[in-house]
């Protein structure tokens, strides 16, 4: 798992009970999944089909620094499936987990269209 993302946990993150907001680190995965997506497919247009169970192991409190882990599944013909850990950086902690988020390649017509990647690609080998 590669963890591209840290969060620093303020109090505008915080739900009643004083930890972290699940809605709030959804909304992070979330933009997380699709910035991997844009950069793996090189297209800005994707979006979120579908995200899995979502497995809550521990909270997070005002503080803490977290990391936001991507990693691919599996590449569809027009999709991108990522799992999905985040983890507490100082204790290596997980806060929580999912299995697969799946993203869409969309074409300018705001349709599913086919992006023709097969393997994760590293940016610094295209450039090559």
């Given amino acids: 798992m590669n963890f591209h993302t840290?969060?620093?946990?303020?109090?505008?993150?915080?739900?009643?009970?004083?930890?972290?907001?699940?809605?709030r680190l959804l909304d992070w995965i979330d933009e997380e999944a699709a910035l991997y997506t844009i950069i793996q497919l090189e297209n800005q247009k994707v979006v979120t089909k579908y995200i899995s169970e979502i497995d809550f192991k521990a909270s997070a409190r005002q503080g803490d620094i977290i990391e936001i882990g991507i990693t691919p599944v599996k590449f569809g013909s027009a999709s991108l499936t990522l799992s999905c850990e985040v983890r507490n950086k100082m204790t290596r902690e997980t806060i929580i987990t999912?299995?697969?988020?799946?993203?869409?390649?969309l074409g300018p017509d705001g349709k599913a269209k086919a992006h023709g990647k097969t393997e994760v690609e590293y940016v610094k080998d295209r450039l090559q």
């Avoid at 969060?7 to 993150?13: F, R």
């Avoid at 999912?98 to 390649?105: A, E, P």
């Fill in 98 to 105: 999912i299995s697969n988020i799946v993203m869409v390649n």
């Fill in 6 to 23: 840290r969060k620093w946990i303020k109090p505008e993150d915080l739900n009643a009970n004083g930890t972290l907001f699940g809605g």
